[in-house]
């Protein structure tokens, strides 16, 4: 019989399977009515997923706590490394001028965070290219959030109502 330690223990792969963004007023995080730290489920509508390559060894999701005069600041950084400078990068433009943005991110064992709900998320990006044709043509889109609380955590994908933005 699987005990909850036993359970945490088998999801220690990592990486990133799937980001999706959406605005602030597109997600709403439904939660137990007695204890807030409940997720009961989440509605998101209007997704954009980022297409990467999930063996690129760039994108990551990276969360931190520092406290300063006894005040917590997490700060959340994800980076996605899109494979090529395409036409992409006109809509990340205008993208980086919005600041709520909330990441969705899968990560490979399973489990979800939804960064960026109270505190929306910036977007800023870096994209290069060689001269030379072997050289690595690639856009780093990077989603950073600063707030008094972490992402939401989830097991899994079931307490999304729309699942199709797992397939």
Known sequence: MLTDIDTICNKTSGGLKRVI?????????ITDPFDESIILSVEAENPSVIQFNNRDGVTSFNESKSKTNNLGLITT???????NINESLNKIDMLGVREDIVAVCWHNNDTVTVTGVMDGMDMTYDADSGTGISEKSYINLILTCESG????VLN???????????D
Do not use: E
């Open 77 to 83: 950084t994800i980076t996605v490394q899109l494979p």
């Open 149 to 152: 609380i972490g992402s939401v």
């Open 156 to 166: 899994d994908t079931s307490y999304f109502v729309d699942k199709t933005i797992f």
């Open 21 to 29: 963004l959406y605005k602030q007023s597109d997600v709403q995080i």
